[in-house]
């Protein structure tokens, strides 16, 4: 029986854990230098650089707090942030609604099944996320396909696109195969004789599920909601193509704020208050969930 | 597991909803790409390989798919040999911070990748090194090494070091028991981890976007430009073509790992002949 994971060369078992940390041939501390030196000058680098920039406006010298000033005081971004917010959000809870049931039929589906399934999982992420959402584009669009089939049947247009509908449709869809593996793993590392245990001494299926399987699996979904939340945070593609004037998200502005030019220290503000909330997110699911129970989420057993 | 039918059938039903709105918009992109109409039309009125012959015919697509294989392949590299070298130290190492470390190599992952485009962007301008296309590429190494570390910590865990040490016990150098008994064993992940590596910098827009120029762009660049100022079938006819050359890609690490296991003697599990 193959997994994806051993389909693409990752072994299933390993050896005990005390192996595991036994000094080998070929290591070296010092061999996470390329990694550090790669992460340290193209990735924190720039990152406290445009922190720093945040801090500083096209005028005057020195650092000031204008730019954050402009961004709490207008009333717009405080919308743009709310309406970020709210995207993400119900985003989020359609990707748990929808992909916990698909999770569930793929961890429980004989191997047979479950590989071509995984495939199919698979394809749309292989593809850019900007491919995606212009094949929503097309379908969705005034003159796609979608109203193209409804026209041939005599029923009138819809239009699911150019507003708030078309950028959770598109979202949603986009983002929905992340939650599925993070919850896939999780569900496949349950033990279903607990289940069978649980029907052995009288309960239904539906009680066993809800008390047995159910809280074993909300590390695997609170993990896949984090990472959707935190993905759909950030997202400008989809919106940009997608949305109407009313559904701005902050990726958006931050987008139009660089390729302006003109005050990056106001992009770069938006950007860091983005990351700051990124970063709460996480830190307050950590200290919620504990950062063990999703690393171990495998080791249910 | 006993199971219930109907829940069954339904959990089928369901999933095949889902599976055919997750793909339709690739599907529907691969037929309007050989659509004869000037403008997105569905059903296309008749099937044509014009916009084909556009995307290969003009200069600035093909310096687009140059720049893009370039860059990737930048990333790729990068990406590959920082997030080996860091694997191996961080699962068979013995030092403090290693949870940390490798915690942070991760990082880039949970960052919304516009933040990391745009402080990217800050960086380059300033150095004046936009527009350059293995500029482009270390930027997008760095969101190739959270992936080249994951699944090689994970490989590497899974490997039994006995093999290697025994190697050693018999006279091998430290290097060549790890080139010719680890390096087999994980190289089918490597071979995939560089290959999704490749892809995901190959399709990556946002810092692509941020540190493009104007004669250095890559192909998703060039889709979005496409997609926000005229919308024509040529954009269809290139995402076909990277669908295409993704999925060619897949099939080619499927069949190579397919081949490697069954192929090679046992991977690594053959007992070492006395000499």
Redesign the interface.
């Known amino acids: 029986m193959t997994t994806v ?1 051993e ?9 005990s854990g005390a ?21 340290g000058l ?2 924190a ?3 406290l ?2 922190i720093w ?1 945040s801090f500083t406006t096209p005028g005057a010298s020195g650092a000031t707090l204008d730019n954050y000033q402009h961004i709490f005081s207008e009333a717009s971004y405080w919308k743009i942030f709310q309406i970020t917010f709210e995207i993400a959000v119900v985003v989020t809870l359609l990707c748990a609604v ?1 992909g916990y ?2 999770a ?2 793929l961890s ?1 589906a004989p191997p047979r099944v479950v590989a071509p ?1 995984m495939v ?5 992420l ?14 969705l ?1 005034p ?3 979608l109203n ?1 089939l409804l026209a041939g049947l005599n029923l009138g247009p819809v239009t699911l696109i150019y507003n708030r509908f078309g950028v959770l449709l598109a979202m949603t ?1 986009t983002l ?2 992340y939650i599925v593996f993070t919850l896939y793993g999780n569900m496949r590392a349950i033990d ?1 004789s607990l ?2 245990a649980a ?1 052995g001494m009288g309960a239904s ?1 539906f009680t066993a599920w809800r008390t047995v399987f159910l809280p074993l699996s909300l590390p695997g979904l609170a993990g896949g909601s984090l990472l959707v939340f ?2 759909a ?2 997202y ?2 989809t919106p ?2 997608m949305g109407g004037q009313r559904d701005l998200m902050i ?1 958006m502005v ?2 139009q704020g ?1 390729a302006q030019g003109n005050n ?1 220290g106001l ?2 503000a938006l ?2 208050l ?2 700051a909330v ?1 970063t709460l997110c ?1 830190l307050g699911f950590t200290r919620f969930v504990g950062i063990s129970r999703i690393l171990s989420s495998h080791g249910e057993r | 597991m006993t199971s219930n039918r109907s829940v069954q059938i339904l959990l089928y039903v369901y999933a095949a909803v889902v599976f055919f709105l997750l793909l339709a918009p690739l599907v529907i992109i691969f037929i309007v790409s050989f659509s004869s109409a000037e403008y997105l039309t569905f059903p296309p009125p008749s099937l044509s390989l014009r916009w084909y012959e556009v995307i290969f015919g003009r200069p600035q697509w093909q310096n687009a798919f140059i720049t893009s294989i370039v860059s990737a392949l930048t990333a790729t590299v990068l990406a590959l040999v920082a997030g080996t070298l860091a694997s191996l130290a961080l699962v068979r190492g013995k030092f403090r911070f290693r949870s940390t470390l490798y915690m942070g190599l991760l990082v880039p992952a949970i960052v919304p990748t516009v933040v990391t485009a745009a402080a990217l962007f800050g960086i380059f301008a300033k150095l004046r090194f936009t527009g350059n296309v293995f500029g482009i590429g270390i930027g997008q190494s760095v969101l190739s090494l959270p992936f080249v570390v994951i699944v090689l910590t994970a490989t590497l865990q899974s490997f039994d070091i006995r093999l290697e040490q025994a190697a050693i016990s018999l006279g091998a150098s430290p290097l060549r028991a790890f080139m010719t008994v680890t390096l087999p064993v994980i190289r089918p992940a490597m071979i995939s981890a560089a290959v999704f590596a490749f892809l995901n910098a190959f399709d990556e827009v946002l810092i692509a976007l941020f540190l493009s120029g104007p004669r250095t762009t890559t192909v998703p660049v060039m889709i979005w430009n496409s997609v926000t100022y005229d919308i024509q079938p040529t954009v269809a006819a290139v995402s076909t073509v990277v669908m295409a050359f993704a999925f060619v890609l897949l099939a080619v690490v499927l069949l190579v790992n397919r081949f490697l296991r069954h192929g090679s003697a046992g991977g690594g599990e053959k007992p070492i002949a006395p000499a």
């Open positions: 994971l389909e693409i060369g990752v072994p299933k078992t390993g050896p192996q595991r940390r036994q000094r080998g041939a070929m290591t070296h501390p010092l061999m996470l230098l390329p990694a550090i030196l790669l992460l193209v990735f680098y720039p990152l650089d445009m920039r929808l049931p698909l569930y039929l429980s399934l199919l999982l698979l394809a749309p292989l593809t850019s996320v900007l491919v995606r959402t212009f094949g929503f584009l097309v379908i669009a003159q796609g396909a193209q869809l929905l195969p279903r289940l069978d029907q299926r935190v993905l945070l950030g400008f593609i940009r193509l990726g931050i987008e660089v990056f992009a770069a950007a860091t983005l990351l990124t996480c």
